[in-house]
Nanobody, 123 residues
Framework: QVQLEESGGGLVQAGGSLRLSCAAS????????IGWFRQAPGKEREFVAS????????TYADFAKGRFAISRDNTKNALNLQMNSLKPEDTAVYYC????????????????WGKGTLVTVSS
């Protein structure tokens, strides 16, 4: 059992940067693959990025490659997402997620969700 809580969302202009964080409690994050998903208004929740359970291999959605960077800090039981060169289409609620699979890339891989943090990118 693990509880996840996101922070760091807000309003940013196009081309700007934002850093999201996820704090975990109840269980160490080292036991899970963890990552980020997002959901824009009127759209389905989609995969953004993840990092493996045992090692630190990362996986990114195509739209995130070269712009977003995911990292984990097991000593602090935390997960981060650095987002650069933000675009208006990045506007969404971003969710921290965890699951027991070696890698999580789909909704079915996720056992635990945070409540989300809103990112709004203005043009």
């Amino acid at each position: 059992q693990v509880q996840l809580e996101e922070s760091g969302g807000g309003l940013v202009q196009a081309g700007g940067s934002l850093r999201l964080s996820c704090a975990a409690s109840g269980h160490t994050l080292s036991s899970y693959s963890i990552g980020w998903f997002r959901q824009a208004p009127g759209k389905e929740r989609e995969f953004v990025a993840s990092i493996t359970r045992i090692y630190t291999d990362t996986t990114y959605a195509d739209f995130a490659k070269g712009r977003f960077a995911i990292s984990r800090d097991n000593t602090k039981n935390a997960l981060n997402l650095q987002m650069n060169s933000l675009k208006p289409e990045d506007t969404a609620v971003y969710y921290c997620a965890a699951g027991p699979r070696f890698v999580i890339t789909a909704l079915r891989d996720v056992d635990y969700w945070g409540k989300g943090t809103l990112v709004t990118v203005s043009s």
